[in-house]
C-alpha cells in the first residue's frame, strides 16, 4: 500500500509521535526525492529552501577550502534531519552538504512550512521543540568536538 | 626438613622492583603512538587479566604507569600502547627493539569480561583509550559460546589518528558490531563523522541486559555515561577505566587516591555508581 507523503513524516523520527493533523500540516509542504551519489544537495551561500528529512543513504557536511580538498565535519544518515538555515534570516546556507550515496529524502519547503507556522502558533512552537532539540543535540556534539579530547592536552 | 642455602632460595618478586623486559617489536601506530612487544629477560610473564597495567620504567628517565594492550590469551609477547606525552613516554615510544625496559605488574582491576557470557557488551572507546580496551575485546569476540552481542564503537581524531584499525577490522569480520567515527575528516572517508556519543542510538544493543566498558579522555567518558544511561543502560552495568598519578602499583604510596579509592588498586577499572559519578564530578582534587 502506498504511503501518503503526510504518513512518511510522521514516521521520520523528527516528528514521530505527533498528532497525525500536524504530520499532514507538514505533509502538505514537502515531496519525496531522490539524490544521486556525489551530487552536492545543499551549497554554502545559496538560499535556504528546504528542511530535509533522510529516509535513506547517508550525506556529508563540508567545509571548502580553497585549492583544497573539503573537510568533512559530520555525516548525517537515515533517521536524522539536515538543513536549519532556513529558520532565521538572510536563509542561506552556511555548509556544503554531499550525497555520499543514493539518498532517499522528504524535502520539505521552507518558506511553506514558516507560513504555516506563522499563522498557527500552536503549529509553530511544536516544529521549533521538534527542530530545536535536534539542533541542541548537535550543539552540545560540537562544543564536546570542540574540546578536542583526543588532542595532546587533555588526552590520558 | 633440612636446611636450604641461600643459594636454593627462588628469587621473590618484590612489587617495587622491575623485572627487565627486551624490546622485541616496535610498531609506530600514530605520529605520537607506539606499541611496544616486549619479553622478560629470563622466565615467562605473570599472569594478566584485560584491563590491568603494568608501570615501565625507562632506565635513567623514569617510571610510569601503561596499560597492557594484548590479549592475555594471544600467542607472542606482551604489548603497550604508549602515547609521547611527557618525558618518559618520549623515552619509551623511542627505545629501539633491543633495548632493556623495567616492567613491575601487572597491577589493578580487569574489566571482568570472563562474567559476560549472555550479556551485549558495548564498548566505547575514545583516542587511546582503546588501547586498555584491545585485550577484553578480542576475548569477547574470540570466546566461542559466548552469547552476548558486542559492540565496539570508537572515536578518534581523524582517520590518520586511528589506532588498532586491523583489530577493528578483524572484530568487525569475527562478528561484532564495529563502527568508529572520527572528528573531522578528508572527503574520501565514509565513515561516521562526530563524538563518539553520536554512534550509540544508532547500536542496536538491548539497553537493560547490556554492559558498557568506557574508557578514553575522561571528559569523554563523562558525556558517554550520560547517553548510555540516558538510553536505559543500568549504571551499575557500565565499567569505566580511570586513571590518575600511579606510582607504586600497589596501594601504598596514595598519589592515585581519588576520594576512598586507590586508583593503582581499586581501579583502574571500576564500575559507574553514585558515589563513583560525584568523585568524577570533582573539579579539584
Same mark, same amino acid.
Given at each position: 500500500?502506498?504511503?501518503?507523503?503526510?504518513? !512518511?513524516? &510522521?514516521?521520520?523520527? !523528527?516528528?514521530?509521535?505527533?498528532?497525525?493533523?500536524?504530520?499532514?500540516?507538514?505533509?502538505?509542504?514537502?515531496?519525496?526525492? &531522490?539524490? &544521486?551519489?556525489?551530487?552536492?544537495?545543499?551549497?554554502?551561500?545559496?538560499?535556504?529552501?528546504t528542511l530535509y528529512l533522510l529516509?535513506?543513504?547517508?550525506?556529508?557536511?563540508?567545509?571548502?577550502?580553497?585549492?583544497?580538498?573539503?573537510?568533512?565535519?559530520?555525516?548525517?544518515?537515515?533517521?536524522?534531519a539536515v538543513g536549519?538555515?532556513?529558520?532565521?534570516?538572510?536563509?542561506?546556507?552556511?555548509?556544503?552538504?554531499?550525497?555520499?550515496?543514493?539518498?532517499?529524502a522528504?524535502a520539505?519547503?521552507?518558506?511553506?512550512?514558516?507560513?504555516? &507556522?506563522?499563522? %498557527?502558533?500552536?503549529?509553530?512552537?511544536?516544529?521549533?521543540?521538534?527542530?530545536?532539540?535536534?539542533?541542541? %543535540?548537535?550543539?552540545?556534539?560540537?562544543?564536546?568536538?570542540? !574540546?578536542?579530547?583526543?588532542?595532546? %592536552?587533555?588526552?590520558? | 626438613?633440612?636446611?636450604?642455602?641461600? /643459594? #636454593?632460595?627462588?628469587?621473590? $618478586?618484590?612489587?617495587?622492583?622491575? /623485572?627487565?623486559?627486551?624490546?622485541?617489536?616496535?610498531?609506530?601506530?600514530?605520529?605520537?603512538?607506539?606499541?611496544?612487544?616486549? #619479553?622478560?629477560?629470563?622466565?615467562?610473564?605473570?599472569?594478566?587479566?584485560?584491563?590491568?597495567?603494568?608501570?615501565?620504567?625507562?632506565?635513567?628517565?623514569? #617510571?610510569?604507569?601503561?596499560?597492557?594492550?594484548? /590479549?592475555?590469551?594471544?600467542?607472542?609477547?606482551?604489548?603497550?600502547?604508549?602515547?609521547?606525552?611527557? $618525558?618518559?613516554?618520549?623515552?619509551?615510544?623511542?627505545?629501539?627493539?633491543?633495548? *632493556?625496559?623495567?616492567?613491575?605488574?601487572?597491577?589493578?582491576?580487569? +574489566?571482568?569480561?570472563?562474567?559476560?557470557?549472555?550479556?551485549?557488551?558495548?564498548?566505547?572507546?575514545?583516542? *587511546?583509550?582503546?588501547?586498555?580496551?584491545?585485550?577484553?575485546?578480542?576475548?569477547?569476540?574470540?570466546?566461542?559460546?559466548?552469547?552476548?552481542?558486542?559492540? @565496539?564503537?570508537?572515536?578518534?581524531?581523524?582517520?590518520?589518528?586511528?589506532?588498532?584499525?586491523?583489530?577493528?577490522?578483524?572484530?568487525?569480520?569475527?562478528? $561484532?558490531?564495529?563502527?568508529?567515527?572520527?572528528?573531522? $575528516?578528508?572527503?574520501? +572517508?565514509?565513515?561516521?563523522?562526530? @563524538?563518539?556519543?553520536?554512534?550509540?542510538?544508532?547500536?542496536?544493543?538491548?539497553?537493560?541486559?547490556?554492559?558498557?566498558?568506557?574508557?578514553?579522555? #575522561? *571528559?569523554?567518558?563523562?558525556?558517554?555515561?550520560?547517553?548510555?544511561?540516558?538510553?536505559?543502560?543500568?549504571?551499575?552495568?557500565?565499567?569505566?577505566?580511570?586513571?590518575?598519578?600511579?606510582?607504586?602499583?600497589?596501594?601504598?604510596?596514595?598519589?592515585?587516591?581519588?576520594?576512598?579509592?586507590?586508583?593503582?588498586?581499586?581501579?583502574?577499572? *571500576?564500575?559507574? =555508581?553514585?558515589?563513583?559519578?560525584?568523585?568524577? =564530578?570533582?573539579?579539584?582534587?
Amino acid at each position: 500500500m502506498t504511503e501518503t507523503i503526510g504518513e !512518511l513524516v &510522521a514516521e521520520h523520527p !523528527l516528528f514521530s509521535g505527533l498528532p497525525a493533523d500536524v504530520a499532514e500540516l507538514v505533509g502538505g509542504c514537502s515531496k519525496n526525492v &531522490a539524490i &544521486a551519489a556525489g551530487q552536492l544537495v545543499l551549497e554554502e551561500g545559496e538560499p535556504a529552501r528546504t528542511l530535509y528529512l533522510l529516509r535513506r543513504g547517508h550525506v556529508a557536511l563540508e567545509v571548502h577550502q580553497p585549492g583544497r580538498a573539503p573537510l568533512v565535519v559530520e555525516r548525517i544518515g537515515p533517521g536524522q534531519a539536515v538543513g536549519w538555515s532556513w529558520m532565521f534570516p538572510p536563509y542561506r546556507w552556511h555548509f556544503d552538504v554531499r550525497a555520499l550515496e543514493p539518498i532517499g529524502a522528504i524535502a520539505v519547503d521552507a518558506e511553506c512550512l514558516r507560513t504555516k &507556522a506563522d499563522a %498557527d502558533p500552536a503549529f509553530g512552537y511544536l516544529l521549533l521543540q521538534r527542530l530545536c532539540a535536534v539542533m541542541l %543535540d548537535r550543539l552540545q556534539a560540537t562544543r564536546l568536538r570542540l !574540546l578536542d579530547v583526543y588532542g595532546r %592536552d587533555v588526552a590520558r | 626438613m633440612g636446611a636450604m642455602s641461600l /643459594a #636454593e632460595l627462588e628469587p621473590v $618478586a618484590h612489587p617495587l622492583v622491575p /623485572a627487565t623486559y627486551r624490546v622485541v617489536a616496535r610498531r609506530v601506530e600514530t605520529d605520537d603512538i607506539t606499541t611496544l612487544s616486549i #619479553e622478560p629477560t629470563s622466565g615467562s610473564d605473570p599472569p594478566f587479566r584485560p584491563g590491568q597495567f603494568n608501570m615501565l620504567t625507562a632506565f635513567g628517565v623514569g #617510571e610510569v604507569a601503561i596499560s597492557i594492550s594484548s /590479549a592475555p590469551d594471544t600467542p607472542g609477547p606482551m604489548e603497550h600502547t604508549i602515547r609521547d606525552v611527557g $618525558a618518559v613516554t618520549h623515552a619509551l615510544c623511542r627505545v629501539q627493539v633491543g633495548s *632493556i625496559l623495567g616492567v613491575r605488574g601487572p597491577f589493578g582491576t580487569d +574489566w571482568g569480561v570472563d562474567e559476560l557470557d549472555d550479556a551485549d557488551v558495548v564498548v566505547v572507546a575514545g583516542g *587511546i583509550g582503546l588501547a586498555p580496551l584491545r585485550g577484553a575485546i578480542s576475548y569477547l569476540v574470540d570466546k566461542p559460546g559466548r552469547r552476548g552481542r558486542v559492540y @565496539v564503537l570508537a572515536g578518534a581524531r581523524s582517520p590518520d589518528q586511528v589506532t588498532f584499525a586491523e583489530d577493528l577490522e578483524r572484530w568487525r569480520r569475527d562478528g $561484532a558490531d564495529v563502527e568508529l567515527t572520527v572528528d573531522v $575528516a578528508p572527503p574520501e +572517508w565514509r565513515g561516521p563523522v562526530g @563524538v563518539v556519543t553520536g554512534l550509540l542510538p544508532a547500536a542496536s544493543f538491548d539497553p537493560p541486559r547490556t554492559v558498557a566498558l568506557v574508557c578514553g579522555p #575522561e *571528559i569523554m567518558m563523562r558525556f558517554t555515561i550520560r547517553s548510555l544511561v540516558d538510553l536505559g543502560v543500568r549504571p551499575g552495568s557500565i565499567r569505566v577505566s580511570l586513571e590518575r598519578n600511579m606510582q607504586c602499583g600497589v596501594g601504598w604510596c596514595g598519589h592515585c587516591q581519588l576520594g576512598p579509592l586507590l586508583l593503582c588498586r581499586d581501579g583502574p577499572v *571500576i564500575a559507574y =555508581s553514585e558515589p563513583l559519578a560525584r568523585l568524577m =564530578s570533582v573539579r579539584e582534587l
